[in-house]
């Protein structure tokens, strides 16, 4: 190709490059969405999430015998769609593997997980006497469409809602909203008549509109959120079952900790819009936790 030839290719791509940054400078509306039950705004870049089915509402009456340890292990199934989630949010930003990949390194091992989580259900009723209910058909999971929130299971009675940072979530599909959500208000009371275990109650993290540019690493960081909080549930739920500490251990070994890995995480979404020119926003208020 001649000097003069690939200097007008490179200009007419220079041209399409400017174009998609014009595009795209609106940006990409990921929070303020899903936690009140509001759609949220997505866009290419959104990560797809895992859609499992619900346990909770295919659950007989919950023995009071029982209930701790189902409390237990429905956080474990949130905690592992969280963490699959983040992997996929990862993956949306760097993808890795082949077709199969997700099908492989996703979806396979979060069926077995669920399997064996599922198992223990069962055997929770089982051991003090009642039906056993059969719940292998709710192992598998496939993907939801790109910021569509994963539905999950929740404290303490609470279907609706779904992850967090892709589009939806934690702090998108109703995890602290009062009317529904993983730790929606009305249940996940401890010492009530059916021993569940208490939820975290964390503010929703609410965004201004996303650059493109930094919607990846926003979306990854917002899934790291929700683990966060299905790991700090899933502690609570074993407080359920076998109590430690004093009065201040759960300030001291989850609320505390808990708040500060959310400052970290909250900070890197701040320097995801600064570094690429973006105005950082303050989400220092939304670090701090409390308890359903």
Not at 249 to 271: M, Q, T, W
């Amino acid at each position: 190709m001649a000097r003069g030839t690939r200097k007008t290719a490179v200009l007419k791509l220079g041209g399409v490059g400017a174009l998609a940054a014009l595009l795209f400078a609106g940006g990409l509306q990921l929070a303020s969405a899903g936690e009140n039950n509001r759609p949220a705004t997505t866009t290419a870049a959104a990560a797809q999430t895992v859609n499992c089915p619900t346990v909770r509402d295919k659950l007989p009456a919950v023995p009071a015998a029982a209930s701790a340890q189902v409390e237990r292990e429905l956080a474990n199934l949130d905690q592992e769609i969280a963490r699959q989630n983040e992997r996929l949010a990862r993956q949306a930003v760097r993808p890795e593997g082949g077709p199969a990949f997700i099908d492989n390194a996703i979806l396979g091992p979060l069926r077995s997980k669920r399997v064996a989580v599922l198992d223990r259900i069962e055997i929770a009723f089982n051991r003090i006497g009642a039906q056993r209910p059969n719940l292998d058909a709710l192992a598998a999971c496939t993907l939801n469409a790109p910021g569509v929130p994963s539905a999950v299971n929740g404290g303490a009675g609470q279907n609706a809602g779904g992850q967090n940072g892709n589009a939806g979530g934690q702090n998108g599909g109703g995890q602290n909203d009062n009317a529904g959500g993983q730790n929606g208000n009305n249940g996940g009371q401890n010492g009530n008549a059916g021993g569940q275990a208490r939820t975290v109650n964390c503010p929703r993290v609410a965004l201004p509109a996303v650059p493109a540019a930094a919607a990846g690493q926003v979306q990854a960081e917002l899934a790291t959120l929700d683990k966060q909080i299905a790991e700090a549930n899933a502690r609570l739920a074993q407080l359920a079952v076998r109590p430690e500490g004093g009065p201040a251990f759960i300030d001291n070994a989850i609320l505390g900790p808990l708040r500060s890995k959310r400052v970290a995480a909250l900070d890197r979404i701040e320097i995801a819009f600064n570094r690429v020119g973006a105005q950082r926003p303050n989400l220092d208020a939304l670090a701090t936790c409390g308890l359903n």
